[in-house]
């Protein structure tokens, strides 16, 4: 709907998909199998306080259905649902597995540890994979999940991306024929769970961050909120065009990794978070969570819990609505420790071929020449250090850098 020209082929030949396979997402078709061992997460061990945070009650208000799905029936929770926000650094990347046995993975990090984690978990199927933006440090493991792991559908934002991170995805989806749904506002059933999807705007003017697909979890009283990097311009997008205001919500995934130009006071007055939980790698180099971006969440009152802290964190929610966040004896074992700085395939400005510069938005063959000459007299020290090249300034370098495909050194951006 909104992939002018299609994508390799994807989006004209998945327009022909009937409405039918879009619309079984309701049912998810076959339910997996239900958890078990080892893909069970265990129980905590006795003696052992595992939480890293009180439960939290359910709230004493009536239950009402979420606006978002105005009459709609949920079913009533009989078992926990799990949500683990995996430990890949410096990226997100969400496992939400119901107590039936369906799972939908959110964001696959960085290169490299989602797929192995999830096998140590006992993962065998994923029913759907939410892309909610094509950055690298949300898809960059998705090429390898989609290749050891069944997935049933994948929903990205929409927006096409010119990088190797991106085209790996597509050509895994391609070679097991893993249909791509476009992100329209929809009511996804998930077993005893229900997903409202918020659709991005589908400008490319905006960038990636601000055409995040937002996804709103139910499960009986609780909810969550996951708005992958959205910024100020999508958020306002949200509160000013979805026909009903979003809920308030008991967790929210901290937008943009907790970053300054993430979440907004607005968007958090009316959502009201009690748990928000920051996906950032151990001593990033951005300063995530940003100090102005922790302000923001200690204005409502949110307990804060990071990645970068904890490392692996999960949240157990209960049938009646209640829930704890915890790590350590709630979890089963981890996979390979991810390092601090998850390193990504980029082309470096001071080493690439001008054939190969040309991959990079700005760099026509001329640009690309000059690029080279330049370098030869002074290695280029940062993409900043760019606007040496002419016809290339800093808005220019700032459109290189969201498209995550040049580098200088050994990842440097």
Known sequence: MRRSGGRNGWGTRLALLPLTIALSLGAFGCASSPPGPPGTPPQPTP??????????????APEAAPALAPGMDAPRPTGDLWIHFLDVGQGDAVLIEEPSGRRVLIDAGP???????????GVEELDLFIASHNHADH?????????????????????????????????????????????????????????HILPPPGDPRLGHNDNSVGVILRFGR??????GDAEGHLWHHWLETLPEPLPAVD??????HGSRN????????????????????????FGHPHPEALALYEEVGAQVFST?????????????????????????????????EPQELCLDVNTASVLELQAIIHLDTVRSQLLVSLREERPFTSLDDLVRVPGIGPARVRDIRDQGLACVGLGGR
């Open 251 to 256: 967790l929210h995934k901290a937008s943009h």
């Open 139 to 195: 898809i960059g493991g998705a090429a390898a999940v989609i290749r050891a792991i069944p997935v049933r559908f994948v929903m990205d934002n929409g927006v096409p991306h010119i990088t190797l991170t991106y085209q790996r995805m597509l050509e895994a989806m391609r070679e097991h024929d893993v249909p791509l749904l476009e992100p329209e506002g929809r009511t996804v059933q998930f077993g005893q769970a229900t997903l």
């Open 222 to 227: 609780f909810h969550a909120m996951f708005a």
């Open 262 to 285: 993430g979440d907004i006071a607005e968007a958090l007055a009316v959502l009201q978070p009690r748990v928000i939980l920051v996906g950032a790698g151990r001593n990033n180099r």
């Open 308 to 340: 970068a802290e904890w490392g692996r964190i999960g949240v157990r929610v209960q049938p009646d609505g209640s829930f704890q966040v915890g790590e350590g004896p709630l979890f089963p074992p981890a996979g390979p420790e991810p390092d601090e």
């Open 47 to 60: 003696g052992v306080a595992p939480e890293v945070a009180p439960d939290f009650a359910p709230d004493t």
């Open 111 to 121: 290169a490299g540890r989602v797929a192995d984690t999830l096998q140590a978990m």
